[in-house]
């Protein structure tokens, strides 16, 4: 329990920054920005204002479309100003704008505080960024089997249809009726095990791929670079660098985990490239292998090489699997709650299956499916502050609004999926959405989910455009495929589907439900 001293220092030091937010506030009101609308309290308001930005910043922006749709807002957050920019125009603007006048990695370095959690010269060459790009997305097809393989083996190990050693592993404190059929699973928890074993199939192969340790690491490593980013990002310039050492203690201690499973590995492919050449037989084609041939010849097995891998590996899956198992969950949650859907799903994927079998074609015939996932995505995923950047030079939109050096902007991804303007009964499921439109414009291209542009944001728009997407979908599809030929599944407390937990930004899946499957007799795939 803290002491009373504890609370009357946090109380002092509450007060002083909401202070400091006030007259922050009232500077920038009167500044520069002087011609850009602001959302949020004004005047004493601003106090109870900065405790609501504490919370998030999910309601100003929201107020701020509803309000001025087609323009720029401006949300003064605690130490920075964040404009939220609306309208097809003007998000044509940012995606067209260059790299050193509007920033993706500016704005990552911002929101993660990578130079207080990482090392700085990771971003400034985010060459693990590419592999995705010119490796895994190109090769999609060629490593599909592995990911085919990884799928059904992960969830016959964590969603089993019986009573076994990793059943009870993955249970913990799920209690289960194991004489009947149906058996609860944690919902979250079996997402993010299934996306984080088959995404480091191709990210490190086996058998680190299947090491509970290192995709625990991995999971704990997100949860110690989301935390103290936040911690750093609340707290003045001039206090970061005590407060970063203050906290240098939880991502150190995951990353020293980390290299103790990726060292021996390195060792070992750097070992049989010694004896057999440079291509020798079975070498692995992934991401620690790429990063490995990336390395200066002489320093390779460094400590500080080690590291650097380690780091961008951890990185890499930090952007991969956090936002692909949060979408897997939410569309399992809502497989489970609309269950209508499911005969017509099962029916398109059971005729490709028996035509095709799974590959990465076949699953791109599956386009219910495709707009199943994608309908999920829309309503329930991504963040409110799509295409993330940092203004690195003053910036003047088509509508002659300037944005200055220093500010970071956003597009509002979630108010643009829940808009009526662009989706009839935005706040409805609409499963088949995509799919009808899809038939309805003869179009087999615009509505698929992979494809961007200024009315679907999940995956941002232009140059900087998620280059995983191509990843997730076939990822999504395959698992959502393999849970329809395999299970029946449905919600537990009758049928509710449960509530999403919001962060800063963004929601997540509920974290604690479970779901229900049951083994169907059907053949699986
Ligand atoms: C549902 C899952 C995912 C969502 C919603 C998502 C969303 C996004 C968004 C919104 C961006 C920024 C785009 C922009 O600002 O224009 C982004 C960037 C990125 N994503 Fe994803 N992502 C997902 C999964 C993945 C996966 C699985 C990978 C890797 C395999 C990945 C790798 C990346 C990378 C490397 C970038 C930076 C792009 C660059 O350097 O230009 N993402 N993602």
């Not at 609308?37 to 405790?51: D, E, L, R």
């Not at 393989?149 to 016959?156: K, L, P």
């Not at 990063?291 to 590291?307: A, F, G, H, R, W």
């Not at 900087?464 to 191509?470: I, K, L, M, N, V």
Request: glycine share 6%.
């Amino acid at each position: 329990m803290p002491s009373s001293t504890t609370w009357f220092i946090f109380g002092i030091t509450l007060i002083f920054l909401a202070a400091t937010r006030c007259i922050a506030d009232s500077k920038l009101r009167k500044s520069k920005y002087k011609n850009i609308i602001f959302v949020g309290p004004t005047g004493i308001g601003t106090v109870i204002g900065f405790f609501q930005l504490l919370l998030g910043i999910r309601d100003f922006i929201q107020e701020g479309y509803d309000q001025h749709y087609g323009k720029l807002f401006a949300i003064p957050t605690l130490f920075q100003m964040t404009i939220v920019v609306s309208g097809h125009d003007l998000i044509e603007d940012i995606r067209k704008a260059s790299d050193d006048q509007l920033s993706l990695y500016g704005s990552i370095k911002e929101g993660m505080q990578t130079d207080y959690t990482m090392e700085p010269h990771i971003l400034e060459n985010p060459y693990h960024f590419r592999f995705i790009h010119l490796s895994l997305t190109r090769d999609l097809g060629g490593r599909f089997p592995e990911l085919k393989e990884e799928v059904i083996a992960a969830f016959s190990e964590l969603v089993p249809p019986t009573d076994s050693k990793e059943f009870i592993l993955i249970l913990r404190d799920f209690s289960s009726d194991k004489s009947r059929d149906w058996i609860t699973f944690p919902a979250w928890l079996t997402g993010k095990l299934v996306v984080l074993r088959v995404v480091n199939r191709l990210f490190v192969g086996p058998p680190l791929c299947n090491n509970s340790d290192y995709n625990e690491i991995n999971d704990a490593y997100s949860d110690a670079l989301v935390k103290t980013a936040l911690i750093i990002g609340f707290t003045p310039g001039f206090l970061k660098p005590i407060v970063s050492r203050l906290l240098d203690v939880y991502i150190p201690k995951t990353l020293r985990r980390a290299m103790k499973h990726v060292a021996p590995i390195v060792k070992e492919r750097l070992a049989k490239e010694k004896l057999f050449g440079a291509d020798w037989d079975g070498k692995s084609n992934d991401l620690l292998t790429w990063l490995i041939e990336k390395t200066p010849e002489s320093d390779k097995l460094s400590v500080t090489t080690i590291k650097a891998i380690t780091i961008r590996l951890l990185a890499t899956m930090f952007a991969a699997y956090r936002p692909a198992s949060m979408a897997l969950t939410q569309a399992l949650f809502d497989l489970a709650t609309f269950p209508g859907y499911i005969p017509e799903l099962r029916a398109e994927v059971e005729s490709i299956v028996k035509e095709e079998g799974i590959s990465k074609d076949s699953i791109g015939k599956m386009y219910k499916l495709d707009s199943f996932i994608k309908e999920s995505l829309r309503l329930r995923a991504g963040g409110k502050a799509s295409m993330p950047r940092k203004v690195l030079k003053d910036f003047t939109f088509s509508n002659g609004t300037t944005v200055f050096a220093g500010s970071t902007i956003i597009a509002p991804g979630y108010a643009i999926h829940h808009d009526a303007r662009h989706y009839s009964n935005p706040a409805d499921f609409d499963g088949f959405r995509f799919a009808r439109l899809r038939e309805e414009q003869d179009d087999p291209v615009r509505y698929q989910m992979v494809s961007v542009n200024p009315t679907f944001m999940m995956f941002g728009n232009g140059r900087h455009a998620c280059p995983g997407r191509f990843l997730v979908s076939a990822l999504l599809k395959t698992m959502l495929a393999h849970v329809l030929m395999t299970y029946d599944i449905k919600l537990e407390h009758n049928g509710r589907r449960p509530t999403d937990k919001w962060y800063t930004f963004s929601p997540a899946p509920n974290q604690t439900a479970g779901l229900l499957f049951r083994r169907r007799s059907a053949p699986s795939c």
